[in-house]
């Protein structure tokens, strides 16, 4: 079985900062991304940032330029550093791992529990 376990989140005034962590395990293929989604109440959940293996990342519009994600292949960890918070980064943080095996095209999924982060005005 796939693993995600988070820890991080709380609470943060807007301008400061906070990072997430989450550590994978199991079997996990090489072709991978492990990264980060939010989702606030009543909405629909959308890419925060993520990183291929090894090391390629992407991030959603709304964060480029104030977060940045890095991950430890060693360890099967990834970690959102997240800066310049806004009460707009208000919301429930899930980590996300997408993997499969390289000769084929169909993705396994899984997710974390969540974490919350709350940023105040």
């Known amino acids: 079985q796939v693993q995600l376990v988070e820890s991080g989140g709380g609470m943060a005034q807007a301008g400061g900062s906070l990072r997430l962590s989450c550590k994978a395990s199991?079997?996990?293929?090489?072709?991978?991304?492990l990264g980060w989604y939010r989702q606030t109440p009543g909405g629909e959940r959308e890419l925060v940032a993520a990183?291929?293996?090894?090391?390629?990342?992407q991030y959603g519009d709304s964060v480029r330029g104030r977060f940045s994600i890095l991950r430890d292949n060693t360890k099967n960890t990834v970690v959102l550093q997240m800066s310049r918070l806004m009460p707009a980064d208000t919301a429930v943080y899930y980590c996300?791992?997408?993997?499969?095996?390289?000769?084929?095209?169909?993705?396994?999924?899984?997710w974390g529990q969540g974490t919350q982060v709350t940023v105040s005005s």
């Open positions: 996300n791992l997408k993997t499969r095996p390289r000769w084929l095209q169909t993705w396994n999924d899984y």
């Open positions: 199991g079997s996990i293929f090489s072709t991978n991304v």
């Open positions: 990183v291929t293996y090894p090391n390629i990342p």
